[in-house]
């Protein structure tokens, strides 16, 4: 039976929380706990999983669903499953020059377009015929990959490494040596900015191509994004939550946080992934294609 979304229990004050997060989430969490001037404490952990089963805290969030030992674990410690939830994602988009005709691009060649070499390496763009072309000048904005681990990985250079990408202030900028140089590719942090550019689908290593939309973000499928995905320590048999989980859990349910995840470079969810937490926490029956339950 579905419950109340936000039925707090009428009993004393609950005490404040702790939310473990991936250290390049501590920002982006401080500032929707600040927002909001919550008593919780946002702390940075390395092993999500294991700071919410053995340090008992109430809620975390990762980069990546548990293992099945991990929700084991869990299960043995504490007699139940962690609920999870949707939380968020980050997205780097791949943006071409509109006048490119090209409409893919592998990982392996944005790796080497943006990447770090000893000695220079021109990469060039390739015709219908597959001939080599005018030589890709890459773009990017400088810092904006801060919270975005992974992306950043392969363009962080080490000492006597060097990267050809040429860095701009800001979106504006990009947009403008975007649209200004016909060899131009740049990566950028997903926005809703970028819906009238040229954004190339990208390649995975088994030669599958994904364009960047919510179902491919969140499926997984798009090789340039990581899910987040919000773990909760809920009893099953307990209806209501605490003002702590209400918060959390109301950032799951609603677009209402969505000025700050897109100021920190991450997605809200589409609608799909709002209902799948809504009967994941019980607030609605789960329903099939053709009305059965």
């Given at each position: 039976?579905?419950?109340?979304?936000f039925?707090?229990?009428?009993?004393?004050?609950?005490?404040?929380?702790?939310?473990?997060?991936?250290?390049?989430?501590?920002?982006?969490?401080?500032?929707?706990?600040?927002?909001?001037?919550?008593?919780?404490?946002?702390?940075?952990?390395?092993?999500?999983?294991?700071?919410?089963?053995?340090?008992?805290?109430?809620?975390?969030?990762?980069?990546?669903?548990?293992?099945d030992?991990?929700?084991?674990?869990?299960?043995?410690?504490?007699?139940?499953?962690?609920?999870?939830?949707?939380?968020?994602?980050?997205?780097?988009?791949?943006?071409?020059?509109?006048?490119?005709?090209?409409?893919?691009?592998?990982?392996?060649?944005?790796?080497?377009?943006?990447?770090?070499?000893?000695?220079?390496?021109?990469?060039r763009?390739?015709?219908?015929?597959?001939?080599?072309?005018?030589?890709?000048?890459?773009?990017?904005?400088?810092?904006?990959?801060?919270?975005?681990?992974?992306?950043?990985?392969?363009?962080?250079c080490?000492?006597?490494?060097?990267?050809?990408?040429?860095?701009v202030?800001?979106?504006?900028?990009?947009?403008?040596?975007?649209?200004?140089?016909?060899?131009?590719?740049g990566?950028?942090v997903?926005?809703?900015?970028?819906?009238?550019?040229?954004?190339?689908k990208?390649?995975?290593?088994?030669?599958?191509?994904?364009?960047?939309?919510?179902?491919?973000?969140?499926?997984?499928?798009y090789?340039?994004?990581?899910?987040?995905y919000?773990?909760?320590?809920?009893?099953?048999?307990?209806?209501?939550?605490n003002?702590?989980e209400?918060?959390?859990?109301?950032l799951?349910?609603?677009?209402?946080?969505?000025?700050?995840?897109?100021?920190?470079?991450?997605?809200?969810?589409?609608?799909?992934?709002?209902?799948?937490?809504?009967?994941?926490?019980?607030?609605?029956?789960?329903?099939?294609?053709?009305?059965?339950?």
């Amino acid at each position: 039976m579905a419950v109340s979304p936000f039925a707090l229990a009428d009993q004393q004050m609950t005490p404040p929380s702790i939310v473990a997060v991936e250290h390049n989430l501590v920002p982006l969490m401080q500032a929707l706990v600040d927002a909001k001037q919550l008593d919780i404490t946002v702390k940075g952990s390395a092993d999500v999983p294991y700071s919410i089963t053995n340090n008992k805290l109430a809620m975390g969030i990762s980069s990546r669903k548990w293992k099945d030992r991990e929700v084991a674990k869990f299960v043995q410690v504490h007699g139940y499953k962690p609920t999870e939830l949707f939380f968020t994602a980050d997205v780097i988009a791949i943006v071409a020059n509109k006048s490119n005709q090209t409409q893919s691009i592998s990982v392996a060649e944005l790796k080497r377009v943006f990447g770090c070499h000893s000695q220079p390496d021109v990469v060039r763009w390739t015709d219908g015929n597959g001939q080599s072309t005018i030589p890709m000048v890459p773009f990017a904005i400088d810092n904006q990959l801060v919270m975005h681990k992974e992306f950043s990985s392969w363009v962080t250079c080490r000492d006597n490494e060097y990267a050809a990408t040429h860095f701009v202030a800001d979106k504006p900028t990009f947009l403008s040596e975007i649209s200004g140089e016909k060899g131009a590719l740049g990566y950028t942090v997903y926005s809703d900015e970028l819906k009238d550019t040229n954004i190339l689908k990208v390649t995975n290593r088994f030669g599958e191509s994904y364009d960047v939309n919510k179902e491919t973000i969140l499926s997984g499928r798009y090789p340039l994004a990581s899910v987040y995905y919000m773990y909760l320590n809920l009893p099953p048999n307990r209806e209501y939550f605490n003002e702590q989980e209400e918060f959390f859990i109301g950032l799951t349910l609603s677009e209402e946080q969505k000025p700050v995840l897109n100021r920190y470079g991450f997605i809200s969810l589409p609608p799909e992934a709002i209902q799948r937490n809504r009967i994941r926490l019980r607030l609605d029956e789960p329903m099939i294609e053709g009305g059965y339950k």
